[in-house]
């Protein structure tokens, strides 16, 4: 019989053969390389291009002018090449933080092809690497004691959908006794139950503040907001469409109306406890959005409220009766006292002013809740740190 | 408060700066387009690219000479450029399959900044897309109830690790009382715990053999094989890290002495049956090594093993006790008269010589056994399909 020495080899050249360029002229190109001082060396095999850049959040920001105002985005700046037509790029060093990046090649956005970390958000699929340390030590798969994640589907009467929905278990629930308290985790426009776990790194950030003795063990369930959609797109009958942000029946009431089948199955399917002080909701922009009005809308429910940069009002035009006596609503929400109720924005954000404006109302009202602002705007680095700081606070009476 | 209208439509222009190139110029490119006829258009908007060339399964292959012999890759061809730098490319009209395929732009391979479907394989990441028809239609998400899929950590006291597992378990499942017979199924070198489920399209496969009633419900473990991993790359405390064949301790016994460990682990945390009869072990390459090893090394455990293109004897210098005696354990495994013990190869596999040597060892020990050839080699589309034909012949009586 064959020798199998010849299997791995073989094996490996096949892989060659499939993997980038640069195995042809030698060993696999390195990229990104985090270097001792936490510069970061980016490295492409294009001997052909005319021009490489790189794009990504550790770089400074640049204004450009856009129809709806003046915008951030992530500046670009370019690599050098050398005469084997390997084009580099050395970073200023980098302060702890999972960052994001992309190279531009003679103009086309691309993945950096030695880089298998990758993460899509909505249609954009773009390379990630971690600076260790401080806040970003909770973002990294540390040797600790790791929960579990599951996708499951769950039957939404209200809808008349089967739906799926991500569900974080902490380490020690399938073989133990108790039961948990849940925290309902709800992503943005264009999301969907892949959000949270993917770019918000939750079961890293989960499993690293239970390690800590930081958080309560607790159950995180991440459902899908977009109430025309039963799974993340390639996940459901629709088969492998382009994902989109023009999505119907996101901010319509719909998915507040229905979000009772999600506890309910919750409840049914895990060990949980079934009371409000025991259940937290919190999520991210339209996920905020959800959040303060299914709160409301069910004020003995929830306990804990979390607000991250979060749209407030619905658009002029939608009608529904979620949306309805928000004052009243509201008032019935604070009177019950809820324990936490957490808004969190950053500086730069285009909902900054909305959120100025609600908590004067809230303030004019005299209703209690917690404050916390810090810098750049509506992006996954600070929803990050908002769950980091948020689950903390959660069920500790 | 600001218009909510603006809310969407910002976020949307955030998006489309960091989606494709082609949003600046109109409406985004659709790649890839299944057409009526079931060819395939692929485009990509790089106007300022020399030469775009498409490479993937779907394409008739091409022999190159290596170090190791004539092999066959996949072919590539030119995709043609309009007047506004939308190169693009159509295909003939393709038959039922999952197919799998990257750009080539001035000879660097890249993803499809189009399409959101990419698949891992070891280092390499490709994207897909499905002719809908017969096989193929397995492998679609398609409107039937879907089981469950969980990512687990379970200890292994004969390796001294926590390791991950990915674990299929069938509708119905959590909300039952019944036990469940189990399929363990193995990956093949330079994979691991996310193989099966991303590139072998398990979870799909099963909810619709299911669903169709050609196979029983079961559930399905997905091993990582590597002895000296604890998860998959970026899933454990190794960092992000590039994937690579080469890993220590693969096929060296210490996977398979230790895969007790698992079977202990999913007895005790899901509702299975506990006998032979309903414990399936089968792999690809590797993976049907561990498979062909682990069933005779404990003749008592599996009733059904299935080898999926797989590897045979062990490298020659290999010594574990595991590998010793090796016609004396499968004397002792035959005799016990497994239900089924199925090979499935392809005609252009290099590993098919291993295997008609392999059989006419059983051959002349009049060990009783099941053969499927078909075509092409070692490949994934063999695989899935070796899968969708193994599983409806498991636990069947």
Same mark, same amino acid.
């Given at each position: 019989?064959?020798?199998?020495?010849?299997?791995?080899?073989?094996?490996?050249?096949?892989?060659?053969?499939?993997?980038?360029?640069?195995?042809?002229?030698?060993?696999?190109?390195?990229?990104?390389?985090?270097?001792?001082?936490?510069?970061?060396?980016?490295?492409?095999?294009?001997?052909?291009?005319?021009?490489?850049?790189?794009?990504?959040?550790?770089?400074?920001?640049?204004?450009?002018?856009?129809?709806?105002?003046?915008?951030?985005?992530?500046?670009?700046?370019?690599?050098?090449?050398?005469?084997?037509?390997?084009?580099?790029?050395?970073?200023?060093?980098?302060?702890?933080?999972?960052?994001?990046?992309?190279?531009?090649?003679?103009?086309?956005?691309?993945?950096?092809?030695?880089?298998?970390?990758?993460?899509?958000?909505?249609?954009?699929?773009?390379?990630?690497?971690?600076?260790?340390?401080?806040?970003?030590?909770?973002?990294?798969?540390?040797?600790?004691?790791?929960?579990?994640?599951?996708?499951?589907?769950?039957?939404?009467?209200?809808?008349?959908?089967?739906?799926?929905?991500?569900?974080?278990?902490? $380490? &020690?629930?399938?073989?133990?006794?108790?039961?948990? *308290?849940?925290?309902? #985790?709800?992503?943005? /426009?264009? @999301?969907?139950? !892949?959000?949270?776990?993917?770019?918000?790194?939750?079961?890293?950030?989960?499993?690293?503040?239970?390690?800590?003795?930081?958080?309560?063990?607790?159950?995180?369930?991440?459902?899908?907001?977009?109430?025309?959609?039963?799974?993340? $797109? &390639?996940?459901?009958?629709?088969?492998?469409?382009? *994902?989109?942000?023009? #999505?119907?029946?996101? /901010?319509? @009431?719909?998915? !507040?109306?229905?979000?009772?089948?999600?506890?309910?199955?919750?409840?049914?399917?895990?060990?949980?406890?079934?009371?409000?002080?025991?259940?937290?909701?919190?999520?991210?922009?339209?996920?905020?959005?959800?959040?303060?009005?299914?709160?409301?809308?069910?004020?003995?429910?929830?306990?804990?409220?979390?607000?991250?940069?979060?749209?407030?009002?619905?658009?002029?035009?939608?009608?529904?009766?979620?949306?309805?006596?928000?004052?009243?609503?509201?008032?019935?929400?604070?009177?019950?006292?809820?324990?936490?109720?957490?808004?969190?924005?950053?500086?730069?954000?285009?909902?900054?002013?909305?959120?100025?404006?609600?908590?004067?109302?809230?303030?004019?009202?005299?209703?209690?809740?917690?404050?916390?602002?810090?810098?750049?705007?509506?992006?996954?680095?600070?929803?990050?740190?908002?769950?980091?700081?948020?689950?903390?606070?959660?069920?500790?009476?």
């Amino acid at each position: 019989m064959k020798n199998l020495f010849t299997f791995a080899l073989a094996l490996l050249f096949c892989l060659c053969v499939h993997a980038q360029q640069a195995l042809w002229s030698g060993s696999p190109l390195v990229s990104p390389e985090i270097n001792p001082d936490h510069s970061v060396t980016f490295r492409l095999f294009a001997p052909n291009a005319q021009q490489v850049e790189i794009t990504g959040d550790f770089l400074p920001q640049q204004q450009i002018d856009t129809p709806y105002g003046q915008m951030n985005v992530p500046g670009a700046v370019a690599l050098t090449k050398d005469d084997k037509g390997v084009w580099q790029y050395t970073s200023a060093s980098l302060s702890p933080e999972l960052y994001n990046y992309n190279f531009l090649v003679d103009g086309l956005k691309i993945t950096d092809p030695s880089n298998v970390y990758q993460i899509r958000d909505v249609s954009s699929i773009f390379n990630i690497f971690i600076i260790p340390g401080e806040q970003a030590d909770l973002y990294a798969v540390n040797a600790v004691p790791h929960g579990s994640v599951a996708r499951r589907w769950y039957n939404s009467p209200t809808l008349d959908m089967e739906r799926r929905l991500t569900v974080y278990t902490p $380490p &020690g629930y399938e073989n133990g006794k108790e039961d948990y *308290p849940v925290l309902y #985790l709800l992503h943005g /426009m264009g @999301g969907d139950e !892949e959000a949270w776990i993917a770019l918000g790194r939750t079961a890293q950030i989960m499993d690293n503040l239970i390690a800590q003795g930081k958080a309560k063990p607790m159950i995180v369930v991440m459902t899908n907001g977009n109430a025309a959609q039963e799974a993340a $797109p &390639g996940e459901s009958s629709q088969g492998l469409q382009a *994902p989109t942000m023009q #999505l119907p029946r996101t /901010m319509d @009431g719909t998915f !507040e109306t229905a979000f009772p089948d999600v506890i309910d199955f919750v409840e049914k399917n895990y060990r949980v406890q079934k009371d409000k002080s025991h259940r937290a909701i919190s999520g991210l922009s339209m996920g905020g959005f959800h959040s303060l009005h299914i709160s409301k809308e069910y004020p003995d429910l929830f306990d804990y409220v979390g607000l991250f940069s979060a749209a407030i009002l619905p658009m002029n035009q939608t009608q529904s009766p979620i949306y309805d006596n928000f004052d009243q609503k509201l008032k019935v929400q604070f009177a019950k006292n809820p324990k936490l109720y957490w808004i969190a924005i950053g500086k730069d954000d285009f909902l900054y002013n909305a959120n100025v404006d609600y908590r004067k109302k809230l303030d004019n009202n005299g209703y209690n809740y917690t404050y916390f602002e810090n810098g750049e705007g509506h992006i996954w680095k600070n929803w990050r740190i908002y769950l980091s700081m948020f689950a903390p606070m959660l069920f500790q009476d």
